[in-house]
Nanobody, 124 residues
Framework: VQLQASGGGLVQAGGSLRLSCAAS????????SAWFRQAPGKEREFVAA????????AYADSVKGRFTISKDNAKTTVFLQMNSLKPEDTAVYYC??????????????????WGQGTQVTVSS
């Protein structure tokens, strides 16, 4: 499975961005997917995940109520709608996919497929 992330950019605090992660190859439709982010000097952290069926989602407390993860009907693209962005959301955002069970959705160590990352910068 190959993942291609896009949609990052520079936005003012309070603004919105929509990230996309397009998948090709493999059976992506049966994989759980997630977004992680990594700011300079910090560990990679979980942002949001969606189950392969689209029926379950999970969010980090820091983004709950502001970010929404979703999959398209063909289950080949995962989106992250980010609203009310804050300067602390500034990071490189990575999409990832895994065939392991949903209970590990928040753990980046269980993801075997990664996109190249897209930079999100939120100015104050």
């Amino acid at each position: 499975v190959q993942l291609q992330a896009s949609g990052g950019g520079l936005v003012q605090a309070g603004g919105s961005l929509r990230l996309s992660c397009a998948a090709s190859g493999g059976t992506f439709g049966r994989y759980n997917s997630a977004w992680f982010r990594q700011a300079p000097g910090k560990e990679r952290e979980f942002v949001a995940a969606v189950k392969w069926s689209g029926g379950n989602t999970a969010y980090a407390d820091s983004v709950k109520g502001r970010f929404t993860i979703s999959k398209d009907n063909a289950k080949t693209t995962v989106f992250l709608q980010m609203n009310s962005l804050k300067p602390e959301d500034t990071a490189v955002y990575y999409c990832a996919a895994t065939s392991t069970i949903w209970m590990y959705a928040r753990n980046h160590e269980h993801y075997g497929y990664w996109g190249q990352g897209t930079q999100v910068t939120v100015s104050s």
